[in-house]
């Protein structure tokens, strides 16, 4: 049986919208100037306190550690509130995973995102009935690009990552990870990327999730 993980912001779902807000929520607290969208952009992928660190540095807040401490709580509990307000699936995404489903595949989900605001998340959107498990940024004691997490996503599908399963994310992190990992690396060009990948060699690329099934064998 294939099995298929999935990264999730910036692949599966459009959520800079309401990581921007947030972090905005945040930095308001603290007399800063508001993020443009682009900007937060380029602070996901490495978890919430990488994205909350350089928010904060980017915005010139002093490096107190009790201070920085108290704004990624108070991100934490902003994000909370409104997980969904703005963010959707990609176009083509709920037909894909239909389609995967249909064919028999196994999926999950391996994300730097906190496990619970990514089930949370999953269960809002409708995704929660096409992953078997979800993976966060701790559910272990390390993070992407540490190959460990997408390990245990495979794991918890009953597979080893290799015979033609793939690892399906949008960013340098999700390549390093499925590289680290010995897992073939299927790269969403649509995503959170904004800089070129040195050495960069993924399995396949694609631009749209209509095409994703065919690529894979399940349409």
Known sequence: MKTLVFDLDGT???SAGDLRSAANRMLADLSLPALDRETVITFIGRGVEVLVRRALDHSGAPPDPAARDAALAAFRRYYAEDLTGQTRPYPGVMRALDLFREAGFRMAV??????APARDLC????LS???DAVVGGDTLAVKKPDPAPLHRAFELLGSDGSGGDFYIGDSETDWLTAKAANVAFAYF??????TAIEDFRPALRFGDFDVLPGLLGAD
């Open 123 to 126: 269960d809002h959107l409708g």
């Open 189 to 194: 060009e649509g995503g959170y990327q904004r």
């Open 110 to 115: 391996c994300t730097n995102k906190p496990e």
């Open 129 to 131: 009935p096409y992953f």
């Open 12 to 14: 599966l779902i459009d």
